[in-house]
């Protein structure tokens, strides 16, 4: 579900998940293995800052900004 909740929101905003794995400073793939492994509490703050949302909204799908 965090990674449907990202994909929906870079989609919307335009960008790859790729590129807010470099702006953000994690390893290629990384947001991609959150469709079956749970990220870091730190990395998933930093995907939120990085796309303008909260970290709930990124767990739960909703308060997208």
Known sequence: MIYENIQ???KEK???IGLVEREC??????????KEVAPSAINLLKVAKYL?????SLLHGVGDK
Not at 25 to 34: E, M, P, S, Y
Not at 52 to 56: A, E, F, L, N, P
């Open 14 to 16: 335009g960008i790859s």
């Open 8 to 10: 929906k929101i870079t």
């Open 52 to 56: 303008g949302t909260t970290v709930d």
């Open 25 to 34: 400073n994690l390893a290629n793939g990384t947001i991609g293995k959150w």
